[in-house]
């Protein structure tokens, strides 16, 4: 194994000082542009990797962001071991009704947001996803290595949370304040889901109106169910007190609310979804039923995933910015970074509905 090659080889060979070849690195403003190839040039040839932890040290910084998700797949024990290619390729038939599709294309969405804003100020991002007992475990060991933590709501205990907020800045995705200290960046549930509510009684005129909502520890699952409370009262209908039907905001969990709303009849004229995944769900379960959206049941959904636009009919849904959650909540992370004693911040991005064919609009 060959020599690694060190920063004072670099140095030798560019002709110029290791101060110098540090300030190309982290400060090549401070150096001519002669310098700079010089020992880039010197980079080139000795094939130098500058030492990351070594600059982690010098700044006190990891230059890292932290990213932690609850378990949204529903995998339970280890991923099954990989079966190596050893024979011819096998054909299989791939039955609609087979594998159910993941649920997480809102986290996959958050996601791409966190990592754009991370990567446009030269920051990386490390992601973990709390799953089953060791968790917590995994949450505390992200911890001490990244500059700052951005987790979804609930994704981990108050009490661990808390002591994560005492070493390094906290963001939190969804859910309301709670009397805590962290910064938190969500969506106007409460609004967007009144407004699809009172779009569907008013303009359709349909007041056999049902929410069938998601997890009921969901902060998004509760606020969009007092939005759609909101929209019945305003209407003068009463409103229930709990959703008609929850599940786990999984499609394939919505196909299965879809075939007992079918098994019970009669369905309900409109079905307003907590989420789009739900609703595409529900929407499989009808139309295999025989039933047809919209002249049969309204379903309406929240989220814009791209999946609702692809549905026939296309599913009517509240867009709320998933990406600009991930960027915001990076932006929010990095001037807590840079100012640690300014006041807690609260970001609640806009929302828009989409009226499509699966509420009679368009259709």
Known sequence: MQKVPTVYDVAALAGVSIATVSRVFRKPHEVSQATQDRVHAAVLDLGYVPSGSARSLAARRAGAIGLCFPDFDGIDGGPAPIAYADGPVDAQLDPPEGVEPSGDLYISEVMLGTELEAWRHGMAVTIAVARGERGTEIFDNLAGRVDGM???????????LAHIARRIPVVVIAGPRAG????????????????????????HGIRDVAFVGGPADSPDDHDRFEGFRAGLLAAGIVAPPEPLLRGDFTRGHGRILGRRLVEA????????????????GVLDALLAAGLRVPDDVIITGFDGIDASEMSRPRITTVRQPMRELGRAAVDTLLCRLGDPLMPPQTRTLPVTVLLRESCGCLA
Do not use: F
């Not at 951005?150 to 661990?160: D, G, M, N, Q």
């Not at 962290?182 to 303009?203: L, S």
């Open 150 to 160: 951005v987790t979804l709501s609930r994704t981990v205990p108050e009490r661990l």
């Open 180 to 203: 805590d200290e962290y910064d938190h960046i969500g969506t106007d549930n409460v609004a967007g889901m009144q407004a699809m509510t009172k779009h569907v009684v008013d303009v």
């Open 265 to 280: 009849g009669p369905v309900p004229r409109a079905l307003v979804c907590s989420n789009d995944q739900t609703a595409l």
